[in-house]
């Protein structure tokens, strides 16, 4: 009897929770649910303040927009007007979209097949032959343009887009995220091939690039929109303005304007069309590696 009274007397004082220590937590939870709040419409201005602003400026009368202080909120679309008139727009488009598009395809071409010869491949020196690629991500891009720009000009393909195109055929971090995804893949799939007399091509073709579609898809679109925004290396090889990308357009005519923030607004504009384009299409596979990226 005693010892049933003691048990009762310890499930009441010690088997729930005091109700000072469940408001404390409570407390607790609900700082830091607002702190996290906070801390999140924070990020949130600061990424789509600049985009909101942009198209605010790109859709206000220049007008009002030169005046001290700007008058924001005068809709216009004449800084749209004025850039669609220059007749090589739509050629800084193009040349944009070959330049970005052909890199991409190569990327993805060249990064999988030497990520693939690094996860699959078994031959001397094969991690510290990885590593130095690895150690190439250190060098800054600003070293190795002297030499690129001489190599361009010995080849005589300074001023095309072949300049701006060759130097990016390959990645190293792209080799290196391709091959880690790679590495995920069950080698009992090699092995069968191999043993049903599968060369490494069709291994590569048949087995691992359908398995890497993920990777694939979200490698790309990190390529595509970083050469899409490129500006230093376009700038230093292209010399004609029929060869210009959009980003080197659009700044030549940004000096020819005198700064013109409305122009240059609806330019960014038009420039960030495709980026979301192409995001939007390839969003799925983005998402399907993050979730098997997550798993594995």
Sequence with gaps: MIWSLRSIKSKIFFGRPKPF??????KFSR??????????????????????????????DPVALSERPPRYGVFSISNFRVLLA???????????????GGITLGQILLNSLAAFGF????FRGREPLFFCVLGTMMVPGQIVMLPLFLYMAKWNLIDTLWAVI?????????????RQYMDSI???????????????????????????KPILATSGIFIFMTQWNAFLWPL????????????????????????????????ASLAAIPMVGVFCLFSRHLMEGMRSGAIK
């Design 236 to 267: 230093v090889t292209l010399n004609s303005s029929s060869n210009y990308t959009l980003t080197v357009g659009l700044s030549i005519l940004q000096d020819q304007q005198i700064m013109d923030y409305g122009l240059l607004m609806a330019g």
């Design 86 to 100: 220059n007749d090589k727009l739509i050629v800084w488009f193009l040349n944009s979209f070959l330049v970005a």
């Design 21 to 26: 220590k469940e408001a404390k937590s409570l």
């Design 186 to 212: 069950p080698k009992e799939l090699l092995d069968a091939a191999r043993i049903d007399g599968a060369s490494e091509w069709s291994i590569f073709k048949d087995i691992y690039v359908p398995l890497s």
């Design 31 to 60: 700082k830091g649910m607002a702190l996290s709040v906070i801390v999140l419409l924070f990020g949130l201005v600061l990424t789509v303040g600049p985009l909101v602003w942009m198209l605010i400026c790109a859709f206000t």
């Design 119 to 122: 996860s699959v491949g078994r």
């Design 166 to 178: 060759l130097p990016f055929l390959s990645a190293p971090f792209g080799i290196y995220m391709i």
